[in-house]
């Protein structure tokens, strides 16, 4: 059953609850795939937003992406890293939300997305949304409620 409180809280923006975009890793449209996958090796994310000059979110780029890109037949081509560019490797559209959006909206997109991509009115990345975060403020929540 939801109570009034539980209504209160799903209706929160989610504003209060993003890790914000100086915080998370990136890269920019034209870089490299070697420069991504060091970003993605030494911050231990898997993927991470690809921004253009005026820091509007263009897609995701993955470890994952990166390694199929210089996948050869019997060898793994790291050679090709520096001239493959991340615009080419890039997963477009991403899973984003808006930054006036509630939180029971992002509680939903969460569900088959470990973070989400929060934009502006403009597409400029914002910052993200983790499950991570949003579990924590729900279990928070749940806990306060219960007592």
Do not use: W
Request: glycine letters at 4%; aromatic letters at 6%.
């Amino acid at each position: 059953m939801i109570s009034v409180t539980s209504r209160d809280f799903l209706d929160m923006q989610i504003e209060e609850f993003i890790i914000s975009s100086e915080k998370v890793a990136h890269v920019q449209m034209g870089n490299s795939a070697e420069h991504a996958l060091l970003v993605l090796t030494k911050t231990g994310y898997s993927s991470i937003p690809v921004l253009d000059s005026k820091y509007r979110l263009k897609g995701l780029v993955s470890t994952q992406r990166i390694t199929d890109a210089i996948l050869g037949l019997d060898h793994i081509e790291y050679e090709r890293l520096p001239d493959l560019k991340v615009d080419l490797l890039m997963q477009s559209p991403v899973p984003s939300i808006h930054i006036n959006e509630k939180f029971k909206k992002g509680l939903d997109l969460l569900i088959n997305h470990p973070f989400l991509c929060v934009v502006d009115d403009e597409e400029t990345f914002v910052g993200i949304l983790t499950r991570r975060v949003v579990l924590k403020q729900l279990k928070k929540h749940i806990y306060q409620n219960n007592q």
